[in-house]
């Protein structure tokens, strides 16, 4: 069982910046893939960002690609969500998620059934 913890949401003006950050109760395996996910009021849950432990490829969706960056510290157990220039639209619930088993597919990173663990949820609300 993995448990993870999620930290850093708040209240942000519009061009402002915060850091998620998600720490997993134990060490994840190699072939894990961690990610980030959100979701707003009457909205389905979506793919934001996912990187791969070994080797720390990552993977964005387009709405976010140049403005966030997801990253991990091995040693802690830790992924961080660095979120530059928010907009109104990024305001939502933000979710880490793990995937412990191999994933061995890529485009399977974006699918929320493919984690098998996630965090309690982090309020990201930016204002116009």
């Known amino acids: 069982q993995v448990q993870l913890i999620e930290s850093g949401g708040g209240l942000v003006q519009a061009g402002g910046s915060l850091r998620l950050s998600c720490a997993a109760s134990s060490r994840l395996f190699s072939d894990s893939a961690m990610s980030w996910f959100r979701q707003a009021p009457g909205k389905e849950r979506e793919f934001v960002a996912a990187i791969k432990w070994r080797g720390g490829t990552t993977y964005y969706t387009d709405s976010v690609k140049g403005r966030f960056t997801i990253s991990r510290d091995v040693a802690k157990n830790t992924v961080y969500l660095q979120m530059n220039s928010l907009k109104p639209e990024d305001t939502a619930v933000y979710y880490c998620?793990?995937?412990?088993?191999?994933?061995?597919?890529?485009?399977?990173?974006?699918?929320?059934?493919?984690?098998?663990?996630w965090g309690q949820g982090t309020q990201v609300t930016v204002s116009s």
């Open positions: 998620a793990a995937a412990v088993r191999p994933v061995l597919l890529d485009r399977v990173l974006s699918t929320p059934r493919t984690y098998d663990y």
